[in-house]
């Protein structure tokens, strides 16, 4: 039996947990039984009020330095979500010949790979949040998918990815829940390089840190973290709070908006909040921090942040958005949409993180890529060979 060709299709590269989760899919499937290729709409993206080639990616160096082929259509960003010009849909009709499945990172792509003149190859969507509603045309484009028999499996990243989305019409059967992983060599308590991290960002060895670790987005809620962090920095004279991603330095003039709207009349307190934008060494981030947190609103389903933070032994904090309640229980907190309850779990977190040590120990396996990789791994072998099962089994 042959090797089996897959095709994965973004609608661009740019920082983001999905990418970085789906690159770390490809790279681990790589090899003598599947054949990874990656086709990019964009080859450039604007977000967050940062201008991203995809030459300079991180996921984007990873995967070619891993000898998998990526080739972009190079469109507009400006241009009609579904108007493709011939050039481009011969251009992935090429892709897509070359394949035998397709992964859809995402629903979006599905505008271009449901076009009726292109190689008719079984689709994997890839889902990766919990507002179907809430992603403009490109549900439709899923249903629509589904409906024409291009898209024969989901592979949801949480559990209320899968209600959501079987609440919005896809069917039962085709939702295939694969729980997110992270590379556990890489993402575990390390003091050395906790050591050092802190020093270069002037955070005194006693002293808590607090890492916000998103791109800039509206569901995201940058305000209502700043306004924690104005909280926090006050009862605390000796607290450091960073923010990473996208977005997040002092260039993006909303977020500058953000912070002085945030802090008010006590700016000073500013001083000890530090942008970092997109970070190449996130574990070392996440090392030097005693508490990862999120202020989500919506969208949210697995986030990658509390998983990498708690692995490399911060302590979570979250609000109840997806599963990330489930992520953390029993090794954080989860909090209502309040600044000073916020600001008062942090300061808990910190100061008991050793009792939560012995729980996130516990809990490495469950978050293993390993287990998630082989999970997709067989998931599109039977997608390949039209055996998709109602569910994957529990062990995978």
């Given at each position: 039996?042959?090797?089996?060709?897959?095709?994965?299709?973004?609608?661009?590269?740019?920082?983001?947990?999905?990418?970085?989760?789906h690159?770390?899919?490809?790279?681990?499937?790589?090899?003598?039984?599947?054949?990874?290729?990656?086709?990019?709409?964009?080859?450039?993206?604007?977000?967050?009020?940062?201008?991203?080639?995809?030459?300079?990616?991180?996921?984007?160096?990873s995967?070619?330095?891993?000898?998998?082929?990526?080739?972009?259509?190079?469109?507009?960003?400006?241009?009609?979500?579904?108007?493709?010009?011939?050039?481009?849909?011969?251009?992935?009709?090429?892709?897509?010949?070359?394949?035998?499945?397709?992964?859809?990172?995402?629903?979006?792509?599905?505008?271009?790979l449901?076009?009726?003149?292109?190689?008719?190859?079984?689709?994997?969507?890839?889902?990766?949040?919990?507002?179907?509603?809430?992603?403009?045309?490109?549900?439709?484009?899923?249903?629509?998918?589904?409906?024409?028999?291009?898209?024969?499996?989901?592979?949801?990243?949480?559990?209320?990815?899968?209600?959501?989305?079987?609440?919005?019409?896809?069917?039962?059967?085709?939702?295939?829940?694969?729980?997110?992983?992270?590379d556990?060599?890489?993402?575990?308590?390390?003091?050395?390089?906790?050591?050092?991290?802190?020093?270069?960002?002037?955070?005194?060895?006693?002293?808590?840190?607090?890492?916000?670790?998103?791109?800039y987005?509206?569901?995201?809620?940058?305000?209502?973290?700043?306004?924690?962090?104005?909280?926090?920095?006050?009862?605390?004279?000796?607290?450091?709070?960073?923010?990473?991603?996208?977005?997040?330095?002092?260039?993006?003039?909303?977020?500058?908006?953000?912070?002085?709207?945030a802090?008010?009349?006590?700016?000073?307190?500013?001083?000890?909040?530090?942008?970092?934008?997109?970070?190449?060494?996130?574990?070392?981030?996440?090392?030097?921090?005693?508490?990862?947190?999120?202020?989500?609103?919506?969208?949210?389903?697995?986030p990658?942040?509390?998983?990498?933070?708690?692995?490399?032994?911060?302590?979570?904090?979250?609000?109840?958005?997806?599963?990330?309640?489930?992520?953390?229980?029993?090794?954080?907190?989860?909090?209502?949409?309040?600044?000073?309850?916020?600001?008062?779990?942090?300061?808990?977190?910190?100061?008991?993180?050793?009792?939560?040590?012995?729980?996130?120990e516990?809990?490495?396996?469950?978050?293993?890529?390993?287990?998630?990789?082989?999970?997709?791994?067989?998931?599109?072998?039977?997608?390949?060979?039209?055996?998709?099962?109602?569910?994957?089994?529990?062990?995978?």
């Amino acid at each position: 039996m042959g090797e089996v060709r897959v095709l994965s299709v973004y609608e661009g590269f740019f920082s983001g947990g999905a990418r970085i989760l789906h690159s770390d899919v490809v790279r681990g499937l790589h090899g003598s039984a599947q054949r990874h290729a990656v086709l990019s709409v964009q080859g450039e993206v604007h977000r967050e009020a940062t201008r991203q080639r995809m030459e300079d990616d991180a996921c984007y160096r990873s995967l070619t330095g891993a000898g998998i082929e990526v080739s972009a259509l190079r469109r507009s960003a400006s241009g009609s979500h579904d108007a493709f010009s011939a050039s481009e849909l011969a251009a992935t009709a090429r892709a897509t010949a070359a394949a035998d499945v397709v992964l859809s990172l995402k629903e979006q792509p599905l505008a271009l790979l449901n076009h009726a003149g292109l190689p008719y190859r079984p689709v994997v969507v890839c889902l990766h949040r919990s507002d179907p509603h809430n992603q403009g045309p490109a549900l439709d484009a899923l249903l629509d998918g589904i409906a024409a028999g291009r898209v024969r499996a989901c592979v949801c990243c949480a559990e209320s990815t899968r209600d959501a989305y079987a609440a919005a019409g896809v069917p039962a059967e085709l939702l295939h829940v694969v729980p997110n992983g992270v590379d556990l060599l890489r993402f575990r308590p390390d003091p050395a390089v906790r050591v050092r991290l802190r020093a270069a960002l002037g955070i005194a060895p006693g002293a808590p840190a607090v890492v916000f670790a998103a791109r800039y987005a509206a569901m995201k809620d940058v305000p209502l973290f700043l306004r924690s962090a104005r909280q926090y920095l006050r009862r605390d004279p000796g607290a450091h709070v960073l923010l990473c991603g996208a977005g997040m330095t002092p260039e993006n003039r909303e977020l500058a908006a953000d912070v002085a709207a945030a802090f008010g009349g006590e700016p000073w307190l500013a001083d000890r909040l530090t942008l970092l934008g997109v970070r190449p060494d996130m574990e070392a981030v996440y090392a030097a921090a005693d508490v990862v947190s999120l202020t989500s609103s919506s969208g949210e389903a697995a986030p990658l942040c509390l998983i990498e933070g708690m692995m490399c032994g911060a302590v979570p904090v979250t609000t109840d958005v997806g599963d990330s309640a489930s992520l953390v229980a029993g090794h954080g907190f989860v909090t209502a949409p309040d600044a000073e309850e916020i600001a008062a779990a942090w300061a808990e977190a910190a100061a008991g993180a050793d009792r939560f040590r012995p729980a996130l120990e516990l809990s490495r396996e469950r978050f293993s890529r390993t287990r998630m990789i082989a999970a997709y791994g067989s998931l599109i072998e039977q997608v390949h060979h039209g055996v998709a099962p109602a569910r994957l089994p529990e062990t995978l």
